[in-house]
């Protein structure tokens, strides 16, 4: 890799390898150390291949989520079995990793813009603007849309398809239409315990000794030909444990975070 070498949106590539490393090793801490993140399905990510990959969770913090994936892919392609034990996994890490992320959220302050360079892909929301739901949904940038195929062509591509991190919102069709155009590999994960531990932009520890958990799971089975845009979103929703059938199996710390946050907004 040549120093001033560069990935198909213009960023440095020597410039986001010390990035990474960087954030890396001061956010290593919050997911062993602080807390204790619990890791299954690594051996999934060491399968997969180099481009074209698509990763479907559900969100609890802006930032937090995705440092954690870093963190996890990283290890898991350097031999680490479910942890991300000793941080030499960063030193190479690897390049084409890239998160899909509002543009508003990105562009709102100094730390998102330079976290933007490690990988975002940022997109216009059309169903949410300043913080609040708008009453007529814009229309979507094309060159959102473009900017995901390219992302996808080059590596791997990390996305929300919820678009907040507020428990069972429905998935956008977005995603679907991502997924049936594109036909990525689609690999969905599962978090928990990030919403307890960061405050809501995962940017401030708010709590120590919780515990994280990070599932990894199998490939979707998705006929990219046969089904439907509300199939895939059904499956989506299924995967990444957000349909409306897993509310009545919510922990009772997750319905006391969600009402605590709830009360907190009416002030």
Do not use: C
């Not at 199939?231 to 919510?250: D, N, T």
Request: glycine share 6%; proline share 4%; charged share 25%.
């Amino acid at each position: 890799m040549g120093l001033f070498a560069r990935n198909p949106f213009g960023h440095i590539l020597f410039l986001k390898k010390w990035l990474i490393r960087i954030f890396g090793a001061l956010t290593h801490k919050r997911y062993r150390g602080f807390n204790d993140l619990q890791i299954d399905g690594s051996e999934i990510i060491k399968a997969l291949p180099d481009k074209n990959v698509l990763f479907i969770s559900n969100h609890q913090t802006y930032f937090a989520d995705v440092v954690a994936m870093f963190h996890v892919f990283n290890a898991s392609l350097s031999g680490r079995e479910d942890n991300i034990k000793n941080i030499g996994y960063l030193w190479q890490p690897k390049m084409n990793i890239y998160y899909v992320a509002a543009s508003e959220t990105m562009k709102a302050g100094l730390l998102p813009r330079i976290l933007s360079y490690v990988g975002a892909i940022t997109v216009e929301r059309t169903w949410r603007a300043g913080g609040k739901d708008v009453t007529e949904k814009r229309e979507v940038n094309p060159n959102d849309t473009e900017n995901i195929r390219i992302a996808l062509e080059d590596g791997w591509v990390i996305t929300f398809p919820q678009g907040t991190t507020r428990s069972f919102k429905p998935v956008r069709k977005g995603t679907a239409h991502i997924i049936k155009q594109h036909r990525p590999i689609v690999v969905p994960i599962v978090i928990d315990g990030f919403r307890r531990s960061f405050d809501k932009k995962g940017l401030r520890v708010k709590k120590k000794g919780i515990l994280q958990s990070f599932t990894i799971k199998e490939p979707l089975d998705i006929d990219y030909d046969n089904d439907t845009i509300e199939q895939i979103v059904e499956k989506v929703e299924y995967a990444i444990e957000q349909h409306p059938s897993f509310l009545k199996v919510i922990p009772a710390e997750e319905i006391e975070a969600q009402e605590e946050l709830n009360r907190l907004r009416k002030f």
